[in-house]
């Protein structure tokens, strides 16, 4: 959450407490962040139905070309498969402290990360098992919000191995299988830690208001799985993706007034 400028006072860094699951911190409250925090709510009703269009286009998606089409008994989905349970396996029956400092260093390069990207500045970076901060100079809600959409360690998996192919691209390449299996492993990581986080008190959603944050952090992960299974699968299309979604959207409204009318008859005794 940022530190906003005191007036009459020099610029400090605004500080980002991206996890703090032990001790609730205190920031300067700016005087219009109720009114931008209502303005995100209504954002947020307004997504509602993008989230569920996004939900409905995954299950199709995932339904016609990983049911249907047998990509599920492929070796990618197999692999894939496969690092997800280890991961479970893992964090069921071996969770340890380690595992948490892990989440708390990817939840805080992540912010990181998007502070440059938005052309901000990092002057300082905490980071411990029981919880972590990054003080910068920058903050919108993409910046709060990055690390519950975005698999910091599954990007750094995709990009090793893709160094690695161009190393040795000359020679026997890696067998891709592996890389789905990372994937599997440390997305599900991702997922475990991100539910796991949003049970609790967040500053960073707190800062933009639950029902706007819980909605872009919901659109944003289905976008993402949805573009993984697309790269994936040998029949899926961006194309066909988005070309549901909009006929999902396209529909919703008389959709939702049908199962109303049809909730309320049957309710209608």
Not at 45 to 55: K, M, N, S, T
Not at 81 to 89: A, P, Y
Request: with cysteine; glycine share 8%; aromatic share 16%.
């Amino acid at each position: 959450m940022p530190r906003n400028r005191p007036r009459g006072r020099r610029a400090r860094p605004r500080g980002l407490a991206a996890f703090a699951p032990d001790a609730a911190s205190t920031f300067f409250r700016s005087p219009d962040a109720p009114g931008l925090k209502r303005a995100k709510f209504f954002v947020g009703l307004i997504l509602l139905p993008l989230c569920w269009a996004l939900l409905e286009t995954f299950v199709v998606l995932l339904r016609a070309d990983t049911l249907v089409g047998n990509y599920w008994k492929s070796r990618e989905f197999a692999f894939f498969g496969l690092g997800t349970v280890l991961w479970l396996v893992l964090y069921i029956f071996l969770r340890c402290r380690a595992m948490m400092w892990l989440y708390v260093a990817g939840h805080e390069l992540t912010h990181a990360l998007f502070v440059l990207i938005f052309r901000g500045k990092v002057t300082k970076l905490h980071i411990s098992d029981s919880g972590g901060h990054i003080l910068t100079n920058r903050t919108n809600f993409l910046i709060s919000l990055s690390p519950y959409f975005f698999p910091f360690y599954s990007a750094v998996l995709i990009l090793a191995w893709t160094l690695l192919s161009w190393v040795v691209a000359d020679q026997a390449q890696p067998d891709p299988v592996w890389l789905y299996g990372g994937i599997g492993f440390t997305w599900t990581f991702h997922l475990c830690f991100t539910l796991r986080m949003l049970r609790g008190e967040q500053p960073d959603l707190d800062q933009n208001g639950r029902l706007f944050s819980l909605a872009v952090i919901f659109a944003a992960n289905v976008l993402l799985l949805g573009a993984m299974l697309v790269v994936a699968s040998p029949s899926a299309t961006f194309g066909g993706f988005f070309a549901t979604l909009w006929e999902n959207l396209r529909t919703f409204g008389p959709r939702f007034t049908e199962s109303v009318r049809e909730l309320y008859s049957f309710l209608d005794f």
